[in-house]
């Protein structure tokens, strides 16, 4: 079974026949300095591992980001439609293929997990997929070296996209 690339801009790669855990974790650092520019990022790559026919979720720390996230959802492209919810707590069930989360994720609920939360969930390590998200701001980037240096002690060395080093 072919493995997914959660790269926005490229296709998904093909099974190398190496079972890599660190294939499945990237850390995306974008140029943009904008919340909006993170959120759209996130709706690109929810987009594309849903059309690779995962479950994904979103994590996120406050209530009004979900409500962009699930507008942005909403609209992404206009002739296309992202089933998803918000969660709101643990004991919310999605029965969406896409979650939008105000709590932790449940590794055996979703294929991939979307990072825009200020906390790194517990047992990052057990989940299938994993991306981190960044826009190029010190405090968002701050956080999310902080999550990095958590996958690292954990075993996991992310697969960087920093889209700043593109010229």
């Keep these: ?47 594309k591992a849903w059309q690779q026919g995962d479950r994904v979720c979103i994590v996120c720390d406050t209530a009004g980001h979900a409500e962009e ?30 979650g939008i989360l105000l709590c932790p994720p449940v590794a055996e609920d979703w294929d991939t997990v979307i990072i825009l939360s200020a906390t790194l969930p517990a047992g990052a390590d057990r989940f299938k997929r994993l991306a981190l998200v960044a826009h190029n701001d010190p405090a968002v980037l701050d956080q999310a070296r902080s999550h990095f240096k958590q996958l690292r002690a954990l075993g996991i060395e992310p697969r960087v996209h920093d889209q700043r080093k593109r010229g």
């Design 1 to 47: 079974m072919p493995e997914n690339n959660l790269d926005p801009g490229s296709p998904a790669a093909g099974s190398s026949g190496q079972d890599d855990q660190n294939q499945r974790y990237w850390f995306h650092i974008l140029t943009q300095d904008t919340p909006a520019a993170r959120n759209l990022h996130a709706a690109k790559l929810v987009d």
């Design 69 to 98: 996230l699930d507008d942005l959802l909403w609209n992404l492209s206009p002739d296309a439609f992202i089933p998803h919810s918000v969660v709101p707590d643990s004991a919310a069930t999605c029965t969406d293929p896409v």
